[in-house]
């Protein structure tokens, strides 16, 4: 009932910058918080960042200073920009929202289908 599409992975260089996008579709009534998250092989999800309705964020410490989350309302769209990329970085990037759904109204939690980021030294 909901979709959540994520684009701009790939590959870059040490120093550079990406941009993720990620749009939700469907039955939605609201949407509070989004978020992105990611995972290396073999290890746990971790939180990257988040974003509320309102526009509070939180970020992990190892991208403070280097990635910003921002969110389009209009268009139910989350966007994490990339900077001063790190070969530790190179990870699979999910993105999350949580969305007030329609008919029934009902609140989940919902995940993209992960875009591969690698960075390169």
């Known amino acids: 009932q909901v979709q959540l599409v994520e684009s701009g992975g790939g590959l870059v260089q040490a120093g550079g910058s990406k941009r993720l996008s990620c749009a939700a579709s469907?039955?939605?009534?609201?949407?509070?918080?989004m978020g992105w998250y990611r995972q290396e092989p073999g290890k746990q999800r971790d939180l990257v960042a988040t974003?509320?309705?309102?526009?509070?964020?939180n970020y992990a410490d190892s991208v403070k200073g280097r990635f910003i989350i921002s969110r389009d309302n209009a268009k139910n769209t989350v966007y994490l920009q990339m900077n001063s990329l790190k070969t530790e970085d190179t990870a699979v990037y999910y993105c999350?929202?949580?969305?007030?759904?329609?008919?029934?109204?009902?609140?989940?939690?919902?995940w993209g289908q992960g875009t591969q980021v690698t960075v390169s030294s």
């Open positions: 469907g039955s939605i009534l609201s949407i509070n918080t």
């Open positions: 999350n929202a949580n969305v007030v759904q329609r008919f029934p109204i009902r609140q989940r939690n919902y």
């Open positions: 974003v509320s309705s309102g526009g509070s964020t």
